[in-house]
């Protein structure tokens, strides 16, 4: 089976052909890191339309790198949410197009469930059930995979998303956009343990993160070196706010995973390429005799053939929409 699938919820346009769910013939990526450095950040309205700009090309390149036209597809997938509204209605009205034009069944994805496909893909022998730590610029999700489109979240951020956390400190350091790979090269140089930033903890829900207050607490710490007129050391505060938020999704993730007596985990999401977080769960799973499974970084970051992995599930499970298929930017999962 044959899925075409799109992908456009932030400011990566793509798309993808996937053949039965795990096998990935094609997958074009077409970033708008260059536009938004300008800004410090992602313009919604900006990011809305380069989309309109660049679908059509992005899916006829996934078509032909696949080698597969248009009427070989058995279903069109897209991610509808969550997101910003702009940009997923870009993708949804591709996807709407092409799916009423060649007469294909139309999937919606949710872009969380995307990111925890990633993993099927990267690890083709993987199964549910197991634990997924979801980590992104948007999320940040301690999730249990039944099955196939199964999910309990356990626990999820009361406040910013890690990967919000990161590119809000990198601009603090003066180090720019895009944050968590900015970050995590500037942390190589410095010493975690320099500084000890606050690793929240939630009486009611352990599983829980709260990352706003370690972002508040590097902000107060570069104001009192400047009101005493001391020169921050970058390394070492991007080394000690990464320690800190790596430890405290791992630590979580530990806990979560031994209170339900789970040995699978997974991760998933931006913020997975980060090296630390990458070496710490690893450590953490061996020490354990966790199984570990992670995507190789060009499927955590967003794209197209995770979200074809998704639908292909969902088309599995026999859903299909209609022409009334709309962007959902604040779509849950489950």
């Known amino acids: 089976m044959k899925i075409l699938a ?55 390149e996934a078509l032909t790198e696949s080698g597969k036209s248009l009427s070989e597809m058995d279903a069109i997938c897209v991610t509808y949410g969550p997101g910003l509204v702009g940009a997923l209605l870009v993708g949804v009205g591709a996807a709407k197009a092409l799916a009423y034009a060649a007469d ?3 999937v919606g994805v949710n872009h969380i469930e995307g990111h925890i496909s990633a993993n099927f893909i990267a690890h083709p022998e993987l199964e549910p059930p197991f634990m997924c730590l ?5 999320h940040s999700h301690i999730v249990i995979v039944k099955d196939y489109g199964e999910y309990e979240v356990l626990g999820r951020t009361r406040d910013d998303a890690a990967g919000e956390a990161f590119d809000k400190v990198a601009r603090a350091i003066g180090l720019g956009y895009p944050g968590g790979p900015k970050i995590d090269a500037l942390a190589k140089q410095g010493d975690p343990f320099a500084v000890e930033f606050p690793k929240a903890v939630i009486d009611d829900a352990p599983y829980d993160f709260s990352f706003s207050g370690v972002k508040s607490a590097v902000l107060n710490y570069l104001n009192s070196l400047s009101m005493k007129g001391e020169e921050p050391n970058s390394a070492d505060i991007a080394a000690s706010f990464q320690e800190a938020v790596t430890g405290v999704l791992t630590e979580h993730t530990m806990k979560a995973a031994e209170d339900r007596g789970i040995r699978k985990i997974a991760l998933a999401g931006g913020v997975a390429c980060n090296s630390a977080l990458r070496e710490k769960m ?35 499970k026999g859903r299909r929409d209609g022409p009334d298929l709309n962007a959902v930017p604040a779509l849950k999962l489950g």
Not at 8 to 26: I, K, N, Q
Not at 134 to 138: L, R
Request: charged share 20%; aromatic share 8%; proline share 4%.
């Open 104 to 106: 294909k069944p139309l």
């Open 282 to 316: 690893t450590a953490a799973c061996e020490e354990r005799g966790f199984e570990f499974y992670m995507p190789p970084a060009i499927l955590c970051t967003d794209n197209a053939a995770m979200i074809g992995c998704a639908g292909y599930y969902e088309y599995q």
């Open 6 to 60: 799109i992908e456009s919820s932030c400011d990566e346009t793509a798309a993808a052909v996937v053949e039965d769910g795990r096998t990935v013939l094609s997958n074009i990526i077409a970033s708008q890191i260059e536009t938004h450095k300008l800004y410090g950040g992602v313009v919604p309205e900006i990011a809305s339309r380069k989309h309109i700009e660049v679908i059509n090309q992005v899916i006829d």
């Open 134 to 138: 979801v980590a992104s610029g948007g």
